[in-house]
């Protein structure tokens, strides 16, 4: 096993580099979409959470849950080996500014000048609170030390459970928003949290949440007038260069409260694209039934 991760590292070290806040993959040759390489990770003796792990390799809960099927959501046994998903598909959406897909929970941000697109798990909204999809806006303006003022539903369902919300929370280590924040519409925003968890979960009233870290690198990156697209792909595919056909599955994002709490897995939908690439001759049956079961969120070869 060690030889393995050692050789799985330095793979991943010739596609992917970690900055202080972000995963950064070279950009993959044209009629590539295809970037990064996945590594294994033995779990260390003492009380560490998954959470911990997942903000060590610059993930969410949900990515590592969907790569590591039955591992304990809060405390992994020390000694067990983890695969850290760090391969993946990038979305079918233009390669500028931020794309934003809430069906595998993670922003891509592309630097105008660069040959690169850096990766960062986000939080995303509550069901009936819903985080946009297939929506392009810009970053309209930032905020450093946001105040946060809710809004009169918000502040109602906070009502309902006994919690009285001020008119406007100040700014402050305490404030919901976190310390920074990017301004993406009248209701919207991409800001940090307060909370010590929830990224890679549906936990927002429907703007994107990201780590303390995470954040402030956008912050600094991100110009405002930069492009944002809001998309929903649980589904993503690629033809390489070299013929390999690969998909990549998540679990799509529950639409009702019923589909939430269901034990049965949400219907995965197919456009027409997305139908004709898996009907292709050369696809194992074999292998796409398997993916369409397991959804590991991890790109997998479907052609032998």
């Known amino acids: 096993?060690?030889?393995?991760?050692?050789?799985?590292?330095?793979?991943?070290a010739i596609v992917l580099s970690?900055?202080?806040?972000?995963?950064?993959?070279?950009?993959?040759?044209?009629g590539s979409n295809l970037v990064g390489e996945n590594q294994y990770y033995v779990v260390p003796e003492g009380k560490l959470t998954l959470e911990q792990i997942a903000s060590q390799f610059q993930l969410g809960l949900t990515n590592l849950l969907e790569a590591n099927p039955g591992v304990d959501p809060f405390l992994p046994k020390p000694g067990s080996t983890l695969l850290i998903p760090h391969q993946l598909i990038l979305p079918n959406?233009?390669?500028?500014?931020?794309?934003?897909n809430s069906a595998e929970m993670r922003l891509y941000y592309y630097p105008k000048g660069k040959n690169t697109v850096e990766v960062l798990p986000i939080g995303i909204g509550q069901i009936g609170k819903d985080t946009p999809e297939n929506w392009v806006t810009t970053v309209q303006r930032?905020?450093?030390?946001?105040?946060?003022?809710?809004?009169?539903?918000?502040?109602?369902s906070y009502a309902a459970k006994g919690i009285t919300l001020p008119a406007v929370w100040p700014a402050g280590a305490d404030n919901p928003m976190g310390l920074f924040a990017l301004y993406v519409g009248n209701l919207y925003a991409v800001h940090g949290t307060n909370a010590t968890f929830g990224i890679g979960l549906r936990v927002s009233s429907g703007c994107v949440r990201l780590r303390d870290e995470d954040?402030?690198?956008?912050f600094n990156s991100v110009p405002v007038g930069t492009r944002v697209e809001f998309?929903?792909?649980?589904?993503?595919?690629?033809?390489?260069p070299d013929g390999n056909r690969y998909l990549e599955v998540h679990e799509p994002l529950s639409?009702?409260?019923?589909e939430f709490d269901s034990t049965e897995p949400v219907a995965l939908s197919f456009d027409k694209a997305m139908t004709r690439f898996v009907a292709h001759p050369d696809t194992d049956s074999f292998t796409l039934k398997r993916l369409l079961e397991q959804r590991t969120g991890m790109p997998t070869r479907i052609n032998p």
């Not at 806040?21 to 950009?27: D, G, N, P, Q, S």
């Not at 959406?93 to 934003?100: D, H, L, M, P, T």
């Open 1 to 12: 096993m060690n030889s393995l991760r050692s050789t799985l590292l330095a793979a991943t």
């Open 18 to 30: 970690f900055s202080s806040a972000a995963v950064e993959y070279r950009l993959p040759a044209e």
């Open 93 to 100: 959406a233009k390669r500028e500014g931020v794309v934003i």
């Open 142 to 156: 930032k905020r450093a030390n946001p105040t946060w003022t809710p809004t009169v539903n918000i502040r109602k």
């Open 215 to 218: 954040i402030e690198h956008l």
């Open 231 to 240: 998309i929903n792909q649980p589904i993503k595919a690629t033809e390489e």
């Open 255 to 258: 639409r009702t409260q019923a």
